[in-house]
């Protein structure tokens, strides 16, 4: 589906509102004309819905009959972290016409390959990937290397893909924009390294750093620019990370648009973050082309906040970047931002969603939620600003733990509907907006609780033949629940089965994921017929095939290249995992797999700035040596999933 729009927020910052504006906003259509089918962008549009509105073929009663199955299996050469995108009819140099994917791998690799069959058209290599060794702190929530972890995004109307590259050269991290045609996967000019600087609150400059920063969100394509937001490696060197957001004018490519979301010049903990990752959530827009985004943790001690800090909080900014135009910020004790930054619940674990324009007196709308669960239905108007022991917001309604981001689709009735899909379950909420005096989500569906493991939540999409009745599914991809197999699911489910259930219609194997301690916040995109899920080392597709027949599998072609990734050093020391018991004045306890209790000494890990927030219940991977009384001399403490069956060794 092609980018798509809709109202714009009409906050200042202070706050104001424009008459001119409201009308400027009436006229602008939330979604494109109808039309060829093509998936540009991370969740469809600018706005995130999720929504492919165009799919006529899979249908619930086709998609739970036994035509619908796995069709291919498509080997790749290294993990995917981005969502596939597609484009029908595409002239490919010399390969004649296609239906393509176009999937990034973290190698450093970009396929183009045939929609319908699997064969691989195009294979383009970039330089080596980032090695985990060369990672701050060796992040463990990363495959062995690191090259490009965001969602790409097309340009149909110049036929270009721009796609954020991690690249490692003579040893040294750095991230480099490329403008690709689409029919050769080749530079249309020469990619632009990555640079930026700032402007403290004291008036100091605050350079960018490829070397400590990780470009996760996906990209945004509006108001001609190119958007790229930046977070952190597992909240190492806080001192030196904070979230950045850069824009390159299209075609160009030369830079335009900077923010850093926390500006402080000071901390008494030299804390500071605040950074962009929202799990892979791509930036959002509205119809008048200002940005969306929701922010992580940063001092833990609560040092310091508005308005040099932009932490935990969902934000919107002119599209030029120069100004907070509104914002949020939970306020509550329990789960307000001075609870998430003690604990580490940061709101910037999922995406903010621009929600089409609704009917009535207040419907310009966003959702986001977080680590709590908690997801906030706010006045785009007026995002709700922060009080202190309270949230301005429309509503909030718990949908479990969220690493995880919000989808839309319009029902036959004509209602819009928010997909959540915190914790195991998939909820539908309809937004009503009449007669109450201002829009409230009512749940109408759920689905059973999916097996999934991993962090809590996962990632959703709709097809549906527009607001036809009975034609929306809703697909969902669950998290490896055990390191072997690490296997991943893909679910299809019926939100118009009745009685207030989101009927499960199918489910079946659709990839592996083996690195336990990286969320695979892998989204299922749907064109055409056919269903996309990139894993690890592969894309599966799926759609309506012959009875009887198998699933096929095509092998990665052995390209000889000079730019495979160079040998990386290993990490240094013991690793362990274990969940935390007890902090000590100076040492952590670990209980380890086998129910052992481990001393650690954390302290050469808090000079390197690689422990990571300490908190009881919680699991970690402590690496280094150990002294002659068996205590572990960390230089690493980083935190891991919860579940033992994903740890990985120790060593």
């Known amino acids: 589906m092609r980018t798509a729009q809709s109202a714009g927020s009409l906050a ?30 991370y969740h469809n549009d600018a706005l995130r819905t999720g929504w492919n509105r165009q799919e006529t073929a899979l249908t619930p009663s086709a998609v739970a009959g036994a035509s619908f199955k796995k069709l291919a299996t498509v080997q790749l050469d290294e993990q995917v972290d981005a969502e596939p995108l597609y484009v029908a009819n595409q002239t490919l140099t010399g390969l004649g016409v296609h239906d393509v994917v176009y999937v990034a791998t973290e190698a450093n690799s970009l396929y183009a390959i045939d929609a319908k069959t699997g064969q691989i058209l195009l294979h383009r290599r970039f330089a080596p990937p980032v090695p985990l060794a060369a990672i701050p702190g060796g992040c463990p929530n990363n495959v062995f290397s690191v090259g490009v972890n965001s969602t790409p995004v097309i340009d149909l109307s110049t036929r270009t893909l721009y796609v954020v590259v991690y690249n490692y050269v003579n040893n040294i991290p750095s991230y480099h924009v490329h403008a690709l045609d689409l029919g050769t996967l080749q530079d249309k000019r020469a990619p632009i390294p990555i640079t930026a600087s700032a402007k403290l609150s004291d008036g100091t400059t605050f350079n960018f750093s490829a070397s400590t920063a990780r470009q996760r969100a996906a990209l945004l394509l509006r108001n001609n620019t190119v958007y790229a937001a930046f977070t952190s490696f597992c909240d190492n060197i806080p001192s030196k990370t904070r979230g950045w957001i850069i824009g390159w ?166 209602v819009g509907r928010i997909v959540s899909s915190g914790g195991q379950k998939v909820k539908v909420w309809k937004i009503v907006t ?73 489910m079946d194997n659709a990839g592996q994921w083996p690195n336990g301690d990286g969320n695979a916040n892998l989204v299922p995109m749907v064109a055409d017929g056919h269903v996309y899920v990139a894993s690890y080392k592969q894309l599966t597709i799926f759609g309506l095939g012959k009875a009887g027949a198998t699933a096929k599998t095509i092998a990665e072609p052995q390209v000889a290249t000079a730019t495979t990734a160079e040998a990386a050093p290993t990490l240094p020391g013991h690793k362990v995992y ?65 579940q033992p069956e994903l740890w990985k060794a120790d060593q």
Request: charged share 15%; proline share 6%; glycine share 10%.
């Open 249 to 414: 004018q299209t075609g160009t490519l030369s830079s335009q648009a900077k923010t850093i979301t926390n500006k402080a010049a000071t901390s008494p903990q030299n804390y500071f973050l605040s950074t962009i990752w929202m799990s892979g959530y791509g930036l959002a827009a509205d119809g008048s082309n200002n940005v969306y985004f929701v922010t992580g943790n940063s001092d833990p001690k609560n040092t310091q906040y508005y308005p040099n800090n932009m932490a935990e909080s969902v934000v919107e900014m002119t599209p030029d970047l120069s100004k907070v135009k509104s914002f949020f910020t939970p306020g509550t004790a329990a789960t307000g931002r001075a609870a998430l930054e003690k604990t580490d619940l940061d709101f910037g674990s999922g995406g903010a969603m621009v929600v089409p324009n609704q009917p009535g007196k207040n419907g310009y709308l966003a959702v986001a939620a977080g680590k709590v669960g908690i997801m906030y239905l706010m006045n785009r108007v007026s995002l709700g600003g922060y009080t202190d022991g309270a949230d301005n917001v429309l509503q909030s309604v718990n949908i479990g733990q969220c690493y995880c981001g919000p989808s839309y689709y319009k029902g036959s009735d004509g």
């Open 578 to 642: 274990g969940k935390l018991i007890s902090i000590q004045a100076s040492t952590l306890t670990l209980e380890t797999r086998t129910g052992k209790h481990l001393t650690v000494d954390p302290a050469v890990a808090k000079k390197n700035e690689t422990e990571n927030l300490p908190v009881v219940g919680r699991s970690y991977e402590a690496r280094g040596e150990f002294d002659q009384q068996g205590v572990l001399h960390a230089v690493s403490v980083q935190r891991v999933k919860d």
């Open 12 to 41: 200042r910052f202070p706050f104001t509102k424009s008459v001119a504006y409201l009308c400027g906003l009436i006229a602008v259509s939330a979604f494109p004309a109808w039309g060829e089918v093509n998936v540009t962008t």
């Open 434 to 506: 009449s007669p109450t005096a201002s829009p409230q989500l009512v749940l109408e569906s759920e689905s059973p609780p999916i097996t999934s493991g991993q962090d809590s939540g996962f990632f959703t999409s709709i097809s549906s033949n527009g607001a036809k009745a009975g034609s929306q599914v809703i697909w969902a991809l669950s998290r490896p629940s055990r390191q072997n197999p690490a296997a991943i699911q893909l679910y299809a489910f019926d939100p118009n089965a009745g009685g207030g259930q989101a009927k499960t219609i199918f």
